[in-house]
């Protein structure tokens, strides 16, 4: 009997000590598991302020982007606003320019206005394919010098604006040493307009030229009313 009690104290002791291990290993289990969750916890809380702080930056930038495109849009209407007065007032003395070179101009049935542009046929000015003017071409030009120096003393500096000179020829190619095509002839004879203009007063920063060559004619045909009506210089006061 003896022997059966020692064995049955002996397998308690061993089932206690096993029991006793498992207690301890599920300790330590549970303080790292502990520990881990901490450490997690730790890295949310950082998280939740960098996406806070994130929340805050992007708000801020949104105000402030709205703050700017309200500006932009005052600007906008503010720019749009002087705009408008200034093409009111170049609408103006575009007005009291038309009317000075119409009266400058009124015994000249060559001299045609179309819409806003003052038209020269460019056998007024110049000879056939050149486009150094005529004596009488010069004397035309002269008036108009006149009338221009005349406006530019009235309009105001803020406003700015040009004469704008363009050279336009007819459909037939013109293919000599000098001008090539009808691009040359028409910038040539545009710019020698205007070399002339500032030669009478007018300022070089008011005058542009451009050529056109066939390439904007007024009326379409092929017959030599259209060729000469297509031949021509036209003048505009414009914006710049």
Request: aromatic content about 6%; charged content about 30%; proline content about 2%.
């Amino acid at each position: 009997m003896a022997g059966l009690g020692d064995s049955r104290a002996q397998t308690a002791e061993t089932r206690i000590s096993a029991l006793s291990k498992e207690l301890v290993d599920e300790k330590n289990i549970s303080g790292e598991a502990l520990a881990k969750v901490d450490l997690l916890n730790q890295q949310l809380l950082a998280l939740r302020r960098q996406i806070a702080a994130l929340n805050e930056a992007l708000q801020a930038a949104e105000a402030k982007d709205k703050d700017s495109q309200a500006r932009i849009t005052d600007l906008g209407a503010r720019l749009n606003l002087v705009l408008a007065r200034q093409v009111q007032e170049l609408q103006r003395y575009r007005s009291d320019f038309f009317g000075r070179l119409r009266e400058l101009l009124r015994d000249r049935k060559d001299i045609r206005v179309v819409g806003d542009r003052f038209v020269f046929q460019s056998e007024v000015l110049f000879p056939s394919g050149q486009a150094q003017m005529t004596v009488e071409g010069l004397a035309a030009i002269d008036q108009l010098a006149q009338a221009i120096v005349e406006v530019e003393r009235q309009i105001p500096t803020e406003v700015d604006w040009v004469i704008q000179v363009d050279g336009h020829t007819d459909q037939r190619p013109i293919a000599s040493r000098e001008f090539p095509s009808n691009w040359e002839l028409s910038s040539a004879r545009a710019i020698s307009v205007v070399k002339y203009l500032i030669s009478k007063g007018v300022s070089p920063h008011r005058v542009v030229a451009a050529g056109y060559g066939e390439f904007a004619p007024l009326e379409v045909g092929a017959t030599d009313e259209i060729f000469r009506r297509n031949r021509r210089i036209e003048l505009k006061l414009t914006n710049r």
